[in-house]
């Protein structure tokens, strides 16, 4: 499927004027992505990579509570031992993060595309998340498999959302990317009822979820295939992607060894705030 010529944006300053909200809101629509360039300072960037830094090694360290460095997310909990892929609710602890987060650019465009009472899910599942991928031995999170978020909260009620990436670090082969099918969104994705960590899905789960009764023109893969359609999204330091729920994404492995690819994750949504509150993750996707 071909990308509008707004798939990558550049927006500098506080404010954001309506021509460029209209660019992001089409290409979002139309892609099920978009990339924020210019929207945070070196000076947030600088402080943001230091905060989150800083609390790996201290979870590392344990230092800080379970509650920050759970293992959740990881297929081999015994790597967290020497090493720490994630940091979780790490928006309670660097203030960078939070100010990120809640920039007022970045506010403005999920009001946008989420509606105008659209919330920052920051207190419970995770919270926000900083992310460390690289290749290693003692690396827990090299790459991730095919899904959609939405597929890790079938039965909740507080999507549609937004995820935002921040990447500390740009984004190449060497060192790992995003992939993504664009459109794939605007597809009826069945809930992960074959999965492949053979996680059961509750029964009250959705049976499918989109932004249209469309059905797929193929079946997601397991793991990490190739999907006809699908592109990489390459991103520079201080980039914010911004990804549907209902997308269709993977991460490639770094080729080269010696690299990272660190970002801070989390979400903006535009359904029932109190559903929120639900614990509910289904592991679905390949590590």
Not at 24 to 43: D, I, M, P, S
Not at 76 to 83: H, I, L, P, Q, T
Not at 162 to 184: E, I, Q
Not at 216 to 228: H, V
């Amino acid at each position: 499927m071909p990308i509008t010529p707004a798939a990558e944006a550049a927006v500098f300053g506080p404010v954001i004027d309506e021509a460029t909200l209209d660019a992001l809101e089409l290409c979002y629509r139309e892609n099920g992505f978009v990339v924020l360039r210019g929207v945070f300072t070196v000076e947030l960037m600088d402080r943001m990579e230091a905060e989150c830094v800083a609390a790996q090694q201290k979870v590392l360290g344990g230092e800080l509570p379970e509650r920050y460095g759970s293992t959740v997310f990881l297929d081999d909990a015994s790597k967290a031992e020497r090493f720490v892929n994630y940091v979780e609710y790490v928006n309670e602890i660097s203030p960078a993060v939070h100010q990120a987060a809640t920039h007022p650019v970045l506010a403005t465009v999920l009001r946008r595309l989420l509606g105008e009472r659209a919330w920052l899910r920051d207190r419970y599942n995770h919270g926000i998340v900083y992310q460390d991928a690289r290749p290693g031995r003692e690396s827990g999170y090299t790459r991730i498999g095919w899904h959609s978020d939405w597929q890790s909260g079938p039965s909740l009620d507080i999507w549609p959302s937004t995820a935002f990436t921040f990447h500390l670090d740009g984004t190449s082969p060497a060192n790992g990317f995003l992939r993504v099918v664009p459109g794939s969104h605007n597809w009826a994705t069945p809930a992960p009822y074959r999965n492949v960590n053979d996680v059961e899905v509750p029964a009250d789960a959705k049976p499918v979820g989109g932004h249209s009764d469309a059905a797929p023109p193929f079946e997601m893969p397991l793991r990490f295939e190739t999907i006809p359609g699908e592109v990489p999204v390459f991103t520079e330091r201080g980039d914010i992607i911004l990804h549907d729920c209902y997308l269709w994404h993977s991460a490639a492995r770094a080729t080269e060894e010696n690299t990272t690819r660190r970002h801070v994750r989390g979400g903006y949504y535009g359904g029932d705030r109190a559903a929120e509150r639900v614990e509910q993750f289904i592991k679905n996707a390949a590590r």
